[in-house]
């Protein structure tokens, strides 16, 4: 079931102001963030943030049609490189 | 023979359940047309007048999106997902359950059918 409209996009509030300085200082630094839970808002797009999967932060360019998504989903927490004596799957 | 949405033939058949014959028209759409046009749903195929043919495909073209524009949009949007890189797109790649389902086992209908393990020795007594 969807979340109900009222509520609206859930994101964790600390996320806001962190864009927002990003954004004010102009530099294309990566913002670092834990918050994959948070909906990517229309105002994040063009920044780059650091989603963080548990190990290592990944680098998400935020573009337009990523509205409405969350972070996490961008930021792979499993690594799968295949079964052994599987000849076709490349290691990574 | 009656041709509705491009390509569907499905004669001698009730209305409704010939008008699923149509790709995008399932059992709630077919109803909800017959009862647009108030065409009785006993009603076959081929006891349809020219009109009620001509009324039937005016609507469907109007109102439903159908065949190949609906497989188009379909396409698209798993075309979204995938440039997007998030984790539906992953699995739609890698042709793997995209809804959280158990893979352990089953989800055989995206994996496709089993193949057994290439290069594997066989346990010789």
New interface residues.
Partial sequence: MPRSVWKGPFVDGYLLNKAEVARASSRNDIIKIWTRRSTILPQFVGLTFGVYNGKKFIPVQV?E??VG?KF???S?TRTFTG?S???KAKRG | MARIAGVNIPTNKRVPISLRYIYGIGPKNAVEICDKLSIPHERRVNQLTDDEVLRIRELIDRDYRVEGDLRREVAMNIKRLMDMACYRGLRHRKGLPVRGQRTHTNARTRKGKAVPIAGKKKVTK
Avoid: A, I, Q
Wanted: aromatic residues 8%; negative net charge.
């Fill in positions: 573009s049609n990523m998504h996490g989903e961008f792979p079964h004596g599987d000849k």
